[in-house]
Structures are given as structure tokens and as C-alpha cells.
């Protein structure tokens, strides 16, 4: 290890080691190694913890595996643990070496010993369950029973994963859309995440939608808390509480809003093979099409992503969609070979 660590405010030392024990854990998400990413980037001091932090942690493993942190986690009563922390604590003066841990400000000695416990007692915990992941094919719409009782349809091309454990259920939808019926257990939240929306339920039933960096969350039966991770001009957003009816929508690098109600029949009908749309933006509407679709359909003039679509169809009739907007917006549709489809502006 290095000697004569720099030192840093006792809140940069926190976030730096609450970042890492995120990213040891095998939990981060998407969003969060990017939220990483933009704290290491703001400040050479950001990375400089972090470095010296992940330096700690490094070293922990060793320490974690000699005779003292096997004797620590063997302890079953009070005084075991006494003694085998002291010798814990000789071992790793002499392991960081005595002017390394001189050069550390207080604070910073202080979470390293956290450290070590907190790592000791995390090496010695199982392993937690793995993500089952599941992904259907363009035009396929799958239902996977889940071991709590709970059933997700799986819309076409769409892909998500999920893990249970004693606390928590905890799913992420990678792409696509998704419809829940959450068991209740207010023993075991249910979480979903989809890039930096979070929702998070105890029993119910909700949609989620995830397209071109845009998330959609509309709930047919319960209640559903709905959180971004994403701040906003005039700070963090705070969580919306949507019921029956209410959807969200959290564009790319924006934060929550709400959107019209939605009819229950609406949500439902793409589980039924038809697509049913009011009042949408038309690169939603495109984005949705494509999972149905064996061909492409592109849009080639971004001014018209905002186009609002109100339209219903079969999505055996996906092929015809663009035709059936011709009718209605200003675009022209261009037919291209190998079934590609551009929609540009008249």
C-alpha cells in the first residue's frame, strides 16, 4: 500500500466509501455507475478518495483472510469477539503500516476500521441469488410466472431480470415493456428499475414501458411510488404516487411528470395484441411499432418526435402503420428495400 495518503473532508471520505461498497456489491445498476462516473468526474478529489478508498478495500481481502479475521468470524459471544478484535486490530496496524494510518485524518482511520468490519462480515455472508434474466424476440409477448406468485408479461422484444431475496424482489427492465401482478408481501417490497426510474410496490398491478431513453410507468390496479435518480434545473424531483388510471413519464436526463390519465382498456390491450394509443408522441408510437415489426420504421426529421398520435391497431397490421399516420400527420412515408420504412416531414 501506498504511504502518506492524501487527506479529504469527512463527507467526501463517506461518499466515496459508500460509492465503493455500491460497486463491490454486485448490485449497481445502470444508472448508477453513471451517476459514478459524474461524481468522479466533478473533482480530483472525488477520485482521489475513491482510489484511496479502493486501496483499502484491496487489502481488506487479506486481512479478511488471516487468522484473526477467521477468528472474527467465528465469534459467537461477546468476549470471542472482543479478543479476536483486538488481535484484528495489531494485525492491521502492521498490515496498512504505522505511517500510512498517521498520514489519515481521524475520520478517515475511523472508517477504515468500519471498513474492516463491515468487509469481514461480508465475505463471510453467502453469496446473494443471481438475476434470472428473460428476453422475447420481435413480435413475441412471453408470461413468466414468478416464485412469489407474481406473473410478468413480457412485451415483444423487450428484456428484463430479476432477483428475489428475504428482503427484497428486485427487477430491471432492460428494454421494452412490461406488465406486473405483484404478490403482496409487505414483508418484500418489489422493486423495478428502468435506467433511472425507480418504482417500487408491495402488491399491484402496472405497466412499464422503457423506449428511446424514456420510461413510462402507468398503474391499473394499487398504488405505485414511482422516484428518479436524475436532478433536475430546480433540484431532485420528488417521488410521484400514482393509482389507478395515473401514468409517469421520465424522459432522457429529465426528471418525472405526469402525463393524462389512461384508460384501463388501454393498458391492457397490447397483452391482447393491440396496440392502442392517445395522445402519444409519435417517436413513442415509432419505438413501440419496431418490437413488432420485422423490418425498421425510422424517423428521419426529429422536429416531428413530438407529434401527438392517437391511433389503434392490430400488431399483425404493424406493416401499415406509417401509411395509417400519412393519413392524419404531416409526414411523407418512403418504402424502402429489406422492409425499412422512413417517415420524414412533408
Do not use: C
Not at 12 to 23: D, T
Not at 33 to 56: G, P, T
Amino acid at each position: 500500500m501506498q504511504a502518506g495518503f492524501a487527506p479529504h473532508t469527512e463527507q467526501v471520505n463517506k461518499e466515496a466509501r459508500e460509492w465503493l461498497m455500491l460497486m463491490e456489491s454486485g448490485d449497481a445498476l445502470e444508472h448508477e455507475r453513471e451517476a459514478l462516473a459524474v461524481w468522479l468526474a466533478a473533482s480530483e478529489k472525488h477520485r482521489d478518495a475513491y482510489q484511496q478508498i479502493e486501496l483499502i478495500w484491496s487489502d481488506l481481502g487479506t486481512v479478511a483472510n488471516s487468522p484473526q479475521g477467521e477468528a472474527l468470524r467465528a465469534a459467537s459471544v461477546p468476549s470471542a469477539l472482543e479478543g479476536a478484535w483486538g488481535s484484528l486490530v495489531s494485525a492491521a496496524r502492521q498490515f496498512f503500516n504505522e505511517t500510512v494510518l498517521g498520514a489519515l485524518p481521524q475520520a478517515a482511520l475511523a472508517v477504515a476500521s468500519v471498513a474492516i468490519v463491515a468487509g469481514l462480515f461480508y465475505v463471510s455472508q453467502p453469496e446473494p441469488a443471481a438475476f434470472e434474466r428473460y428476453a422475447t424476440q420481435v413480435g413475441e409477448i412471453k408470461t413468466i410466472q414468478l416464485d412469489d406468485g407474481s406473473e410478468v408479461t413480457l412485451g415483444a422484444k423487450s428484456a428484463f431480470k430479476i432477483r428475489m431475496s428475504e428482503g427484497e424482489r428486485r427487477a430491471e427492465l432492460e428494454s421494452g415493456q412490461a406488465f406486473f401482478v405483484v404478490a403482496k408481501d409487505a414483508s418484500r417490497p418489489f422493486f423495478v428499475d428502468a435506467g433511472s426510474t425507480r418504482v417500487r410496490v408491495v402488491g399491484t398491478q402496472f405497466d412499464v414501458r422503457r423506449n428511446q431513453g424514456r420510461t413510462r410507468v402507468a398503474v391499473l390496479e394499487g398504488v405505485v411510488n414511482v422516484s428518479s435518480s436524475v436532478v433536475g434545473a430546480s433540484g431532485a424531483a420528488d417521488p410521484l404516487v400514482l393509482r389507478a388510471g395515473q401514468q409517469a413519464i421520465k424522459p432522457s436526463d429529465e426528471v418525472l411528470r405526469r402525463l393524462d390519465d389512461v384508460s384501463t382498456t388501454e393498458l391492457g390491450a397490447w397483452r391482447e395484441g393491440r396496440l392502442v394509443y392517445r395522445n402519444v408522441d409519435l417517436i413513442d408510437v415509432i419505438a413501440d411499432a419496431n418490437r413488432y415489426f420485422k423490418g425498421s420504421i425510422s424517423l428521419q426529421a426529429t422536429e416531428l418526435a413530438t407529434l401527438k398520435v392517437t391511433v389503434a391497431l392490430r400488431v399483425d397490421q404493424v406493416g401499415f402503420l406509417p401509411d395509417m399516420l400519412a393519413e392524419t400527420l404531416p409526414i411523407a412515408v418512403e418504402r424502402q428495400f429489406g422492409q425499412r420504412v422512413v417517415i420524414s416531414g412533408l
